[in-house]
């Protein structure tokens, strides 16, 4: 049997696997209210009947001013809570983990959606958009509209918004709440110098461009309950000269490990117009091994991050890898020489909602009987479609 569909503890919850669907943005609010509605509930049922261990809705935000687009989806106002309640129990009642990761875009905030026909830009005051906030009124990006800088105040707000918005996330249902800190979006632009050029206690020192973070962790453990999973999207890296970088990663894990964090799932970029880091298969899962292994020796309180003996005495933190992770062997593979402890299918999943299901067929895992929707079991019958059935079919010249 293969380690992808081995169940895993982290916290107070069991995830049946250790396969997670990330947050990826749907851009699907079209009465740009930050309400979620029928497409969310589709998009996300689909892949816990498809077998996730864990399925995250994508970046949440705090603010209304917090949105990547005009159509991302909300959680400042309890309208936006109640609409999030009943796409929780049916991604619960499939099986998966209902998770939800809280953002807030900062200067890259304010832009059309990413679909086609859409324009690769920001919305245009005049059309909608919105004057942006960043720590020092310098955009991540240059495809971005006008942004100024927070002020002190205005920096404390958005910390309680986060914190509101965990609160929100409880009652309405979910299990594990995750913080963006990546992908150049605000909390990952107070981490950057080169986005974060501020002189006062928010900038400057490494202690200093990482106090937002630190202090959001802080709020949002301070309402979530202990028996729920609290987790951070980090970037890894910038991948640019005199920015963010791995052992600033590791480093910040490390002091946020003992502010209450049970999981981190590690990406990479977002500073910057062009992507200068690795490319490939698994390119991102060097990074997440990195701070797998420089938080090894943290000590974790109890019920904290991942149960790593039956009797729950060991525990360390919890670690996902993301990245053009499309093959179950690769995933696998993560899993077997210890990089990761569970792996994010994202891309992949969007054309194969019922990723988990095929790749335990692929790699002979007898579980996907489990993880198959029962409403979709006869789609079984007869079905040569996996690698692993086709190669078999191919040696004895069965057509499949």
């Not at 049946?16 to 029928?38: E, F, H, S, W």
């Not at 299990?175 to 900038?203: C, K, M």
């Not at 899962?285 to 991050?305: F, I, S």
């Amino acid at each position: 049997m293969s380690l992808l569909f081995d169940p895993v503890t982290v916290s107070g919850l069991t995830l049946r696997n250790r396969l997670i669907l990330p947050p990826m943005c749907q851009y699907n609010v079209t009465a740009k209210d930050g309400v979620p509605g029928p497409w969310h509930l589709t998009h996300l049922g689909a892949r816990a009947s498809g077998g996730f261990g864990m399925v995250v809705a994508e970046a949440t935000s705090v603010l209304p001013e917090g949105r990547i687009s005009d159509q991302d989806t909300g959680l400042w106002n309890n309208t936006q809570r109640d609409a999030w309640a009943p796409i929780v129990d049916f991604i619960r009642s499939q099986g998966a983990v209902p998770a939800i990761q809280l953002a807030h875009a900062g200067s890259k905030a304010s832009t059309w959606p990413a679909h086609p026909g859409f324009q690769d830009d920001a919305i245009p005051l005049d059309e909608g958009g919105w004057e942006t906030v960043s720590p020092s009124g310098v955009p991540a990006v240059s495809a971005v509209g006008p942004t100024r800088e927070l002020s002190g105040a205005e920096i404390e707000q958005v910390i309680e918004a986060f914190a509101a918005s965990a609160r929100r996330a409880d009652e309405a249902g979910f299990d594990a709440v995750q913080i963006h800190g990546a992908h150049g979006y605000l909390i990952h632009q107070f981490l950057s110098p080169v986005t974060n050029r501020r002189t006062d206690e928010w900038g400057g020192s490494f202690e200093n461009r990482t106090r937002l973070a630190r202090r959001i962790v802080e709020a949002v453990r301070e309402v979530w309950p202990a028996e729920k999973v609290l987790g951070i999207r980090l970037s890894g890296s910038d991948w640019l000269e005199d920015s963010w970088g791995e052992q600033d990663t590791v480093r910040l894990v490390r002091d946020l490990t003992g502010h209450g964090l049970d999981w981190v799932d590690v990406s990479s970029g977002g500073i910057g117009d062009t992507f200068q880091g690795p490319t490939g298969p698994a390119y991102q899962v060097p990074l997440a091994d990195a701070v797998l292994a420089g938080t090894a020796d943290l000590p974790l309180g109890a019920g904290q991050g991942l149960q790593v003996s039956d009797d729950g005495a060991s525990r360390r933190l919890f670690v996902s890898a993301v990245g053009a992770i499309t093959d179950p062997e690769l995933a696998e593979s993560v899993l077997a020489e210890g990089r990761a402890d569970a792996v994010d299918i994202g891309r992949a999943a969007l054309v194969h909602p019922n990723w988990p299901v095929e790749a335990a067929q692929s790699l002979g895992d007898e579980r996907w009987r489990q993880l198959l929707a029962p409403a979709y079991h006869r789609g079984s019958w007869g079905r040569l479609s996996t690698p692993v059935r086709q190669r078999e079919a191919a040696a004895a010249g069965v057509a499949g």
